[in-house]
Structure formats: structure tokens, C-alpha cells
């Protein structure tokens, strides 16, 4: 399976909202689409940054799966309109790994409490 790890920083302020749309949005479309997508984790030395991982089967699948999403009418009517704006800065490293990595878990207590923490 082929990751990306991606890596976003919103604006000061702005994760919580960002992190909303993109939790009920978002995350929603690319699995509509057939991507795998993890839930968001956010840093706890950072208030303005967040990780996720997005999979794809194989490398040729990704750009084909990626453009889905970002043609989507979803996308450009809508989302990149919004999120856009609120991110500073995003780094994605792309990676091999097993598809273990993105399989849906159950989230720990502190996993919980985090979660809640943002809303």
C-alpha cells in the first residue's frame, strides 16, 4: 500500500474549524471515492497543527484517486474555497507500508478525550 503522511499546519486559531469541516466533509468523500483515510490526530506540542495518512492499493492508483477527489465538484465548488484559506503550510512524505496501518480502530480513552477536546 502506498501512504501519504501528510502533515498540516492551519492558521492560528483555525485547526478546531478546519478540523470540523474536514472530519464531516472531507474524510466522507475520499472514502465515497474508495480511498482509505485515517482520522485526523492532533499535536499536543502544537495548537495549530494536525497528522493524517491517506492510502492508496499501489503507486498508479494514487494520482488517478487524488484527482477524483480534487475534480470532484465537492472539491472546487465547495471545500477549497474554505480550507484553503485556514491552512499555513502542508507537508506530505509518501511512503510504502502495510495496509494495517490505516485500518480503522477504536479510539483509546485519551484518543476520546482528545477528540472532544476539539469540539
Not at 480511498?35 to 506540542?45: A, L, T, W
Not at 491552512?87 to 506530505?92: G, I
Amino acid at each position: 500500500m502506498i501512504i501519504e503522511m501528510r502533515t498540516y499546519r492551519t492558521k492560528p486559531g483555525q485547526r478546531t474549524a478546519f478540523l470540523e469541516i474536514f472530519r464531516s466533509r472531507s474524510i466522507p468523500a475520499h472514502r465515497a471515492l474508495g480511498m482509505v483515510i485515517s482520522e485526523p490526530y492532533v499535536s499536543v506540542e502544537d495548537p495549530d497543527t494536525f497528522f493524517f495518512m491517506r492510502g492508496f492499493p499501489d503507486l498508479a492508483s494514487r494520482e488517478p484517486l487524488k484527482a477524483k477527489f480534487y475534480e470532484s465538484a465537492l472539491w472546487k465548488d465547495e471545500l477549497e474555497a474554505i480550507l484553503m484559506p485556514m491552512l499555513d503550510d502542508y507537508k506530505v512524505v509518501v511512503v510504502e507500508g502495510p495496509e494495517e496501518l490505516l485500518r480503522p480502530t477504536t479510539p483509546s480513552p485519551r484518543a476520546a478525550v482528545e477528540l472532544a477536546r476539539e469540539y
